[in-house]
């Protein structure tokens, strides 16, 4: 059973940075991609960052130059790293594995 848990989400002001974590227990991480979602109050889910399992990445045009997917294999966990943070980005991030598996989530606020 696949089982992914995120962390690092938190409060920032804005142009801050956050780096989420998402860990997956299992063997099938590095054969899948995965990603970033998130859900922003009073709207639907929407993807942020994408990376395959060999290494490429997609990102949605809101947060390009400012976000950062990337993986370790070797640890079975998934990165965002979040740079200049606005307060549009506050939301509940979540992480996605393959199309089956979704992580608790973790809150980001983006306020001064």
């Known amino acids: 059973q696949v089982q992914l848990v995120e962390s690092g989400g938190g409060l920032v002001q804005p142009g801050g940075s956050l780096r989420l974590s998402c860990a997956a227990s299992g063997s099938i991480f590095s054969i899948n991609a995965v990603g970033w979602y998130r859900r922003a109050p009073g709207k639907q889910r929407e993807l942020v960052a994408s990376i395959t399992s060999g290494g490429s990445t997609n990102y949605a045009d809101s947060v390009k130059g400012r976000f950062t997917i990337s993986r370790d294999n070797a640890k079975s966990t998934l990165y965002l790293q979040m740079n200049n943070l606005k307060p549009a980005d506050t939301a509940i991030y979540y992480c996605?594995?393959?199309?089956?598996?979704w992580g608790q989530g973790t809150q980001v606020t983006v306020s001064s």
């Open positions: 996605r594995l393959s199309s089956a598996y």
